[in-house]
Each structure stands twice: as structure tokens, then as C-alpha cells.
């Protein structure tokens, strides 16, 4: 599981009550801490008073050990009535701008002799204004205690935005080959990418990758271990016994290229220069390396590949994306749609009960073209996105659904996907240009997480129902 680093601020102003705060700020921490893949940097009792930031000189220490920690998001919480020039004008004010900032105040009380130790529900509107003032983007959680499920949801979900927002931004996208002529709909800008995200697209000749496949031979070490697992994790014709080698080199051959070059993410050219020259299909092989991290986008799509990325990055890398079409509706159930491409799907995202088979491309007519991996996904909720751009106008479309078991069944790798409302997802992808390609994740935690990613990186968010 990775982890990401964010910076806690447990603001306190003075005379309210400084145990009340103490108190607070040891909950808040309690629950930060387990939340999975949160790497919390605090100040301490060693650097201020019981751990608190209550004035300006605090506020500085807190900044420096943010900044030599470099924080990739900032927590800032009313322990009582907050500090606002502190905790704003000088801590988050002084962070790298648009560091994604999440602010609370927790509950208060009314003690025994009548005296609020905390007014920490007044104090956050200080806060939230001074933020509001320096056009600080921040997410706010409902006032509660840190003990209840609303606390860690929202911090879980802050913590995956950073995450996801830490490695979008400043990613290296591979393009390897030229896109499908014909396929206008995989257009990306790359101004745009650079500008807004500061990513670049680091484009390599098709000619490359055959020239390192082939520069990989056939006892080579790794290649013989991919070959070993691609014959031990499906069902091989005898006929395409012959192709895996090629499939396992190409495997090897993309990988040490993303690794030379340090691609975060990959679009792909997958038909038909590669079929006509070896015979074989990449479907397979780039399932293989999303399941191993190294995320592959068919028909170069660009934007495609950052999808995936930013899916992936939300779930802190413990599931690997599908790259897919939004196929076909169900012929007889409603709210069902077809979640496929031609058999591309990581291998980790077989069904139960399901054998996986190497097969040749079910749409190219060219033959031979072996290389598919065909087989249903596994059943249980996910999330699907899909960043588009227009005019230099970046907007993600976010829905979440269950895959399901039912027929009719299919070639390829593909799911049913049983959504509330599918025309609602019909009609809000046509009104924002959302494309025949997307991408499926089988958690569901990470839908609001990119919600947020989009809220702190500029991108217009749109929610299937």
C-alpha cells in the first residue's frame, strides 16, 4: 500500500481551554493514525506547547516541519476556537499554493460550573474565511467528534485526494506509437496537460518498442519467467503455444522501456503494426503490467492513461484499473451496461470460478493475432471515471456501480455493470464529452476521494447517478 505524507494543524486559541484542546487533538491523532495510508506529520510536545498551534512563532515551527517533510496535503482543525493568523496566515499560507487543504472543528461542551472550553464551532468560521480570503481550495467536514465514522471517512477520503493528487501531478505519460487514425475521440493536449498538471508526454516511436522486443531473447530471465506465468495463468490453444514467447518479450520489452524512461502511466499502440509484424495482440501484456503497476492504456489514448493513473493513485495502488469501452446496454435488464474491451483486463480481476484463455482478436480480421486474455471479472462494487478536455478545459465523469454476474456472455474481459440510473450516466457523458473509452476499479472508497482530487487540482466534476 503506498502512503501519503499530510500535515495536521491542531489549532488553539488562548484562554479557552487548554486540557479540552490537549484532549481533542490526542483523539483527532488516535484516528488519523488509522487510517490506512495517512503518514501523519504533527507537531509535538518537543517543538510547541502540548503539541498545539496557538500564535505566530508556533505557526512557523509547524511550517518548517511541513515543508522538510514535504507534506502532500494539510489537515487544519479547531481543537478549541482555532487561531486563524496562525494556522492560515502563516502555516497554510506558506505551503506550496494549491496544496489541498481539509478543515474541521470538533464538538464542544458546556462544563459543570456553566464555562465553554472550546467554541471551536464559532472559531471555525474565522478560519474557514481566512482561507476563503486567500482563495485557499479546501474540503470542510460536518462539526462532529473524532470518533465518529463521519471524521475518518473524510479524512480517508482527504488522504486518498493527496495521494492520487501527488502522483497525477508532475507524471510522466508514455505515448507509444501513433494513435489510431481514425480515432479522433483519443486527441489530447498536451499544453493543457503541462499547464494545469505539469505532466509531460513523452512520446517513443513504435520502431523502439520493436527494437527492444527484439533485442530480448528468448532465455532471457525475465521473459522466461512471464512466459512460465502467462502459460500458468490461462487456457493456451496448442496453436498459439508458439506466440507466448513473443508475449512474454514485448511484456519485458514495454516494462524496462516505462522504467528507462520513468513513465508514471502508458497509452499504447495495440493494432495493427504489431499483429502484422509478430502475430500476436498486447491486450493481454498490458493487463499483465497494470496488475504490476505499470498502467497501460489501449489505442494510445492519453487521457485514458491519466484516468487510470488517477484511479489508481486514489486507491493508494492496492487495485489495479481496467481500462475499458462503455460497450452496450443489457438487452432485457434495466440499469445494466457492459463494461468490456478485447481482453485486456488484469489477470487479477479474473471471477471466481472463471479460467482465463489466450485467444486471438475477436475484431481484427488480421490472423494470425493471438494475445487476448478473455474472461468475466470478479462481481462486487467499483467505481468508473473518465478525464476529458475541451479547449483546455479539464472535467472527469465519476460513477459508481456493483459488476454482477448474469448473461449473456461475451468474448474479451468484460463485466455487467448494474448502475441507480443509466440514462442519467447516457445523458451527462454526451452533454460533456465523455468518450467511448473509460475505466472501472473495483473500490468503491475512491469515487469521493476523486471528487475531491478534482476539486484541488481544477477539473469540473461530473457524478452518474
Known sequence: ????????????????????????????????????????????????????VRDLADARRALDLFKKNEIAGVIVGGMTFGHETSAVGVTIAGLPKGTPVLHFATKGGIAEDATRPSDSWCGQFMITSALKRREIVFDHIPTCLPEEPVFGQWVSRFSRACAARERFNGARIGQLGARPEEFESVWWDEASLQR?????????????????????????????KAAEEIREGAEIPSEAAEYVSRLARIEIAIKRLAEEKDLDAMAV?????????????????????????????????????????????????????????????????????????????????????CTACINQHMILPMRPSWGTREFTLKEGPVTCCRLAEYDGWFT???????????????????????????MDWEQKMVEHGIIHHGV????????DALESFCKFNGIEVVRGA
Open 440 to 447: 472501472l476499479i473495483h473500490d468503491p472508497e475512491i469515487a
Open 196 to 224: 494545469d498538471f505539469s505532466q509531460t508526454v513523452v512520446p517513443i516511436d513504435l520502431a523502439d518498442v520493436f527494437m527492444r522486443l527484439d533485442a530480448v531473447a528468448d532465455d532471457d530471465p525475465d521473459a522466461k
Open 396 to 422: 472527469m465523469f465519476i460513477g459508481q456501480g456493483e459488476v454482477v454476474d448474469m448473461p449473456p456472455a461475451t468474448r474479451g474481459s468484460y463485466g455487467w455493470v448494474r448502475v441507480a440510473d443509466v
Open 269 to 353: 499502440n495495440c493494432w495493427n503494426q504489431v499483429q502484422e509484424r509478430y502475430g500476436i495482440c498486447v491486450c493481454s501484456v498490458l493487463g499483465r503490467l497494470t496488475d504490476q503497476g505499470y498502467l497501460c492504456a489501449c489505442e494510445v489514448d492519453v487521457y485514458g492513461a491519466c484516468s487510470m493513473l488517477a484511479a489508481h493513485a486514489a486507491g493508494l495502488g492496492e487495485t489495479p484499473p481496467h481500462f475499458i469501452d462503455w460497450t452496450e446496454l443489457h438487452p432485457e435488464e434495466e440499469n445494466v451496461w457492459l463494461a468490456w474491451h478485447c481482453g485486456n483486463a488484469p489477470p487479477s480481476l479474473c471471477a471466481a470460478g
Open 1 to 52: 500500500m503506498r502512503s501519503v505524507k499530510v500535515g495536521f494543524i491542531p489549532s488553539h486559541r488562548e484562554p479557552f481551554g487548554e486540557q479540552w484542546a490537549v484532549e481533542m487533538r490526542r483523539r483527532c491523532v488516535g484516528v488519523m493514525e488509522g487510517v490506512p495510508g495517512l503518514d501523519l506529520v504533527v507537531p509535538d510536545d518537543s517543538l510547541t506547547r502540548n503539541g498545539l
